[in-house]
């Protein structure tokens, strides 16, 4: 540990917990040909649908945050204990689609993070720290690593025409 800055103190143990399983439920309804709006059941909203139809998210795109932001969630005590509250980061995602599979074979996280205050050892202790952090609560990246099942979709009348 750094006795420099009380900021700067890494514990060992120091690993961000699991997030409880969220039971809202989640859905996306059409708009118009290829592009949808999705919803939480804690009513947030996100527009998807093919990059030509503008200021939308594709699907692809949607995975690419998901992981990004579940690495910088998962991260952020163990910077936010060294660096302050109000550290600055950018998590950049990506990786070339795979044309005739039409999956990523490859997803690539960067952060971009200022550590030029920390001391050479904080600095990797808070990074290994980091990635322990990552690799434990990171439900997307975990989720991809150990390639979830996908069931063939099941179709259903709707719920009001079901009454």
Request: net charge negative; hydrophobic share 35%; proline share 7%.
């Amino acid at each position: 540990m750094s006795e420099q800055n009380p900021h700067h103190a890494v514990a060992d143990d120091d690993v961000a917990p699991m997030s409880p399983v969220p039971t809202d439920p989640l859905w996306v309804e059409r708009n118009g040909t290829r592009t949808y709006t999705g919803f939480s059941g804690r009513g947030a909203r996100v527009d998807i649908g093919p990059a030509s139809a503008g200021a939308v998210f594709t699907p692809g795109e949607l995975l690419k945050i998901a992981l990004a932001a579940c690495a910088g969630m998962s991260s952020d005590l163990k910077f936010s204990r060294v660096l302050g509250d109000d550290y600055a980061v950018t998590i950049r995602v990506d990786g070339p689609k795979h044309a005739t599979e039409d999956r990523y074979p490859e997803l690539h996280e960067t952060f971009e993070i200022d550590l030029s205050s920390l001391d050479e050892d904080t600095r990797a202790k808070t990074l290994l720290l980091a990635q322990r952090s990552i690799d434990r609560a990171c439900t997307v990246g975990n989720t991809l690593r150990e390639g979830a099942a996908v069931p063939p979709v099941e179709y259903v009348q709707p719920r009001a025409a079901q009454a």
